[in-house]
């Protein structure tokens, strides 16, 4: 068999880069975009309207003149409780200091802040954990009311608390709904503006993700489930055969589960994904440190590059292309972890399950795999897909030759940037099957993407649009019978 040629930037995993203040220019967004950026989330919790807008302008700009497919990600609040208007910006807490959570909207000081939530005293009891800032300061609830007394029992980072720092309590505690009427405002704009996909934030249960899809309507797109509080994990299973693909959201899961346990977390969920043909992510500081330093830790990088052998289809960069003072450098460093990892530490992957095999597709999907496994020296998979189902059923499989997905629908192009090993590609609608080959054909050898002569696998659907995934070719490139 071929040795492969990797997706862009020498790698198959994917990065998604948050883009924030750091990378509100063009010429930030095309420099992520060099630097190997597939997908560009944009959250919702911070900004206008119009800086959305913006940022989706700016990639789809950014991504013409490029030539490459990047996908845009709206991540939706949830009921994320967040802390009102630092006086100063932000602050320092130390252990042992008293810290009060207001519910009357005043600036905040060293002495305390007010939440977004001002039901949060009703919810609390006496004991209860809060952590602020992704855990940057730990807070025990010493007394409860219209504001919650609290005390600081750890202080990380120096306890850096801003502006809109995140208020973490246990989720079993909170009256707010799954989907809060911002996120339902959100997401109306999100479509309007026309992204690829969205993330839903702080999810509980698979019911939350399908009250998400059915007020998408007619306009759906693929729905990200981000797993960070204890809920989830416990309906993980669940919640991952119904959403589109899965966020392991590590910063707001280490509010209710010990951070010791949040590795082996992290490895459940991503077998899950496996072995339902599920496409993952691993977010939270990931780089964290290249906020403020041009290189990461060395802790740093064996946490990324474990994540991508642990199998997960991207990793995310928040903070660091967000707000960090070296954006471009945390994305290009992201990316060659990730590079490196597949290429050198393929014999240290976990053997993680196969996705199950229980429709028709599916077995399509692993058989065209493993006629890539044989001694035809196959170069690549190609398949053609109109909602991206199929190029997601093939990547699941993990193929060692890359895989180009054609489709004619422009967002499910875009959508797949974000799915382990797979090349989208946007292409014209065909008539029949000897259209769809021809099609393939061309496009192949015309990008330079194949050779002529070379072999490769061809996975769709006869009669071309009107059935599931149903067929697969073995073909060789610039075979007379389909050209003209």
Same mark, same amino acid.
């Given at each position: ?48 309207? &119009? ?6 302008? =700016? ?17 939706? %609040? ?6 009102? !208007? ?37 919810? /609390?009891?006496?004991? &209860? ?38 208020? @973490?309590?246990? %989720? ?10 911002? &996120? ?8 309007? =503006? ?20 059915? /007020? ?12 960070? @509080?204890?809920? #989830?994990?416990? @309906? ?21 589960? !010990? ?5 082996? +977390? ?39 590059? @474990? ?70 020296? +196959? ?15 093939? #990547?699941?499989? *993990? ?32 008539? &029949? ?10 496009? =192949? ?16 659907? #006869? ?19 389909? *050209? %003209?």
């Amino acid at each position: 068999m071929s040795s492969p040629d990797l997706t862009s930037h020498g790698r198959r995993a994917k990065l998604v880069c948050t883009l924030g203040p750091a990378t509100a220019t063009p010429e930030a967004v095309r420099a992520l975009i060099d630097a190997g950026m597939d997908v560009a989330r944009v959250n919702f919790s911070h900004g206008t309207d &119009d800086d959305h807008a913006r940022a989706v302008r =700016l990639v789809r700009e950014a991504t013409a003149e490029a030539g490459r497919v990047v996908a845009t990600l709206a991540d939706l %609040s949830g009921p994320k409780i967040r802390l009102g !208007e630092i006086r100063a910006g932000h602050l320092h807490l130390e252990p042992g200091a008293r810290f009060l959570l207001r519910a009357d909207g005043r600036p905040g000081d060293a002495t305390g802040a007010s939440t977004t939530y001002p039901g949060l005293g009703a919810d /609390l009891r006496p004991g &209860d954990r809060v952590l602020l800032a992704d855990g940057a300061v730990e807070l025990i609830v010493r007394e409860v009311g219209a504001d919650v007394v609290t005390e600081v029992v750890k202080s990380l980072r120096k306890g850096r608390v801003g502006t809109r720092s995140g208020v @973490n309590v246990p %989720s079993e505690r909170l009256s707010l709904p799954a989907i809060t009427d911002k &996120d339902r405002a959100d997401l109306v704009r999100a479509l309007d =503006l026309g992204f690829d996909t969205v993330a839903q934030s702080f999810v509980r249960s698979a019911d939350d993700v399908r009250e998400l899809r059915a /007020l998408m309507g007619r306009r759906r797109v693929p729905i990200v489930a981000k797993l960070e @509080n204890r809920s #989830a994990v416990e @309906n993980a299973e669940a919640i991952i055969r119904t959403a589109d693909a899965i966020m392991v959201a590590r910063g707001d899961l280490g509010v209710e589960i !010990e951070l010791e346990e949040i590795p082996i +977390v992290q490895k459940e969920i991503i077998s899950l994904c496996r072995r339902t043909g599920t496409p993952s992510v691993v977010a939270t500081q990931m780089l964290e440190s290249m906020v403020t330093s041009p290189k990461p830790t060395r802790a740093e990088v064996s946490d990324a590059a @474990n994540a991508i052998l642990d199998g997960a289809d991207a990793v995310l960069l928040s903070a660091e292309t967000a707000v960090g003072e070296f954006p471009v450098e945390a994305a290009a460093a992201a990316a060659k972890i990730a590079g490196i990892a597949e290429q050198r530490g393929r014999r240290f992957r976990l053997r993680l399950p196969k996705a199950e095999t229980g429709t028709t597709a599916q077995a399509i999907a692993r058989a065209g795999v493993e006629v890539t496994e044989t001694d035809l020296d +196959v170069s690549a998979i190609a398949c053609f897909t109109r909602t991206g189902r199929t190029a997601m059923l093939v #990547a699941a499989e *993990r193929p060692e030759v890359p895989v180009y997905a054609f489709s004619p629908e422009e967002r499910v192009a875009r959508g797949l940037a974000g799915v382990w090993g797979l090349t989208p590609c946007l292409s014209d609608a065909p008539d &029949d099957v000897d259209g769809l080959i021809a099609m393939i054909d061309k496009r =192949l050898v015309a990008d330079g993407l194949v050779e002529e002569g070379r072999t490769i696998v061809l996975v769709g659907a #006869a009669p071309v649009g009107r059935a599931h995934t149903n067929l697969l070719k073995v073909h060789v490139l610039g075979s007379p019978a389909y *050209r %003209s």
